[in-house]
């Protein structure tokens, strides 16, 4: 296979591509591609990309209450006095929080575990922030705790452990349903979803 | 020249490789455990298909035999993750199962008995008045399958086959109840439905079964390998316990 790196850059170049390489979704042909127009656009674009990155590094933290990423502790959301205190909505990583805060359809306050169990890639109760959540779960004001994990056999491992681990917590603990996503398609679906759809099915 | 196999499997796990790729562990009937890499493997139709302990059809090629190589295809035959996915117990022992398979099988070394003994076991996880008995019978088939099988055919002290209630934890030979009796809090239980199988299987007999398995699986297994039982199994026990069902 051909070599797609530059014999004749230089190194400074050359360590702005590697480093772009690791960006997810961005191999090295893009990372080239992105460097160069970084390097085109010096004042408008890589100057201000360097003034980011070195902001992001300095200020943004995981917060202190839902693990979630912000630039003040406890996070905007956290600190929000119009999200719903009484609702946690417990997800695998910042990512789940953006999509639900994407679609604008949760206003009550988020828990980021930092993974799911996996005995795969070696991740243990341990590893998550489990404790942090029971804590939460027992304050006098939360009412529900929704659980947003992935259908995925390491998503519902995690959930039931959750679950579990909130019995002695007088909240009430739910989750989200499995089954057929909006504009899909019953032929095109898999057996899992299908299987899940139908065991999930309920009085319309 | 390429080399390649088509086989069933059930698959033990996957994590992404690459941006659109996923790297995949499958226990293949006839071919043992495998990985490859799954080209398209992140994507949103291949993802419900790559959870541990769904049934694939699948193919394996690559250049050579020592290569990593890639299924292709890869299609699935029965959606067992899907089934069990509200049941945390049934959950706990596909995982546990996959677990153990992982971890006491070598590389692409065929164990069709195993593999059938696990397909009963994803067969039954729908009926949970068996399946706990049947999960305890697949560890005992598994260290059998290793070599590492119990003695459970007659006494070893009298010779005598019927009554067999006890187990030596040294040499995993059966004892009767009257010629174990007197040693009986150092011997591991034996349940009668492990000794018999069309015995019934009484209260109390699934955790005795869990504990003589443990016992040998812990041993002759984990601590070879420098560690501990997996997490997985502590917690089927414990889902287990809660409903009342050991």
């Not at chain 1, 890639?121 to 006098?140: H, N, S």
Request: hydrophobic share 45%.
């Amino acid at each position: 296979m051909r070599s797609s790196r530059l014999p004749s850059v230089s190194p400074e170049i050359e360590k702005l591509i590697d480093l772009l390489a690791k960006v997810p979704g961005l191999g090295r042909r893009s990372a080239q591609r992105a460097a160069l127009a970084l390097l085109k656009k010096r004042d408008t674009l890589l100057a201000p990309l360097a003034q980011a990155l070195v902001e992001a590094s300095e200020k943004v933290k995981a917060c202190s209450a839902c693990g979630s990423l912000d630039a003040m502790d406890p996070c905007a959301i956290c600190a929000s006095p119009t999200r719903d205190q009484g609702l946690i909505c417990v997800v695998g990583e910042v990512g789940d929080v953006w999509a639900l805060e994407r679609a604008g359809v949760f206003r009550g306050r988020y828990h980021v575990l930092g993974g799911v169990l996996s005995a795969l890639d070696g991740v243990r109760p341990e590893d998550l922030r489990v404790g942090k959540l029971v804590e939460r779960a027992a304050a006098p004001e939360v009412r529900e705790v929704i659980i947003a994990l992935n259908a995925t056999v390491d998503g519902q491992t995690t959930a039931h452990y959750l679950t579990e681990r909130l019995q002695g917590v007088d909240v009430a603990v739910t989750r989200l349903a499995h089954g057929v996503p909006v504009g899909g398609e019953l032929e095109l679906l898999d057996e899992g979803t299908l299987l899940a759809a139908l065991t999930s099915r309920r009085p319309f | 020249m390429s080399v390649e196999w088509t086989d069933d499997a059930i698959v033990l796990g996957a994590r992404p490789y690459g941006e659109t790729q996923a790297l995949a562990e499958v226990f293949a009937r006839g071919h043992g455990r495998a990985a490859a890499i799954v080209h398209g493997g992140a994507s949103r139709r291949m993802k419900p298909v790559l959870q541990l302990g769904n049934v694939v059809r699948v193919t394996w090629k690559a250049r050579t035999a020592d290569q990593l190589g890639f299924f292709a295809p890869l299609e699935l035959t029965d959606p067992h993750a899907a089934r069990v996915l509200d049941d945390q117990a049934a959950l706990a022992a596909m995982s546990c199962a996959a677990d153990l398979v992982r971890a006491g099988t070598a590389d692409r070394q065929p164990y069709a008995g195993l593999y059938d003994a696990f397909i009963v076991l994803l067969d039954a996880l729908g009926t949970p008045d068996i399946w706990p008995a049947l999960y305890t019978r697949f560890e005992l088939g598994l260290l059998a399958e290793l070599g590492y099988g119990l003695d459970l055919g007659e006494c070893a002290l009298t010779g005598a086959n019927d009554d067999l209630a006890f187990v030596s934890p040294k040499t995993g030979r059966a004892a009767t109840r009257s010629a174990g009796e007197p040693y009986a809090d150092k011997l591991l239980r034996l349940p009668p439905f492990i000794a018999n199988p069309a015995a019934p299987v009484e209260s109390g007999d699934v955790a005795d079964a869990f504990a003589l398995a443990g016992w040998f699986l812990e041993r002759r297994i984990f601590d070879r390998q420098g560690h501990g039982m997996p997490d997985s199994r502590r917690r089927l026990i414990e889902a287990l316990g809660h409903r009342g069902r050991l």
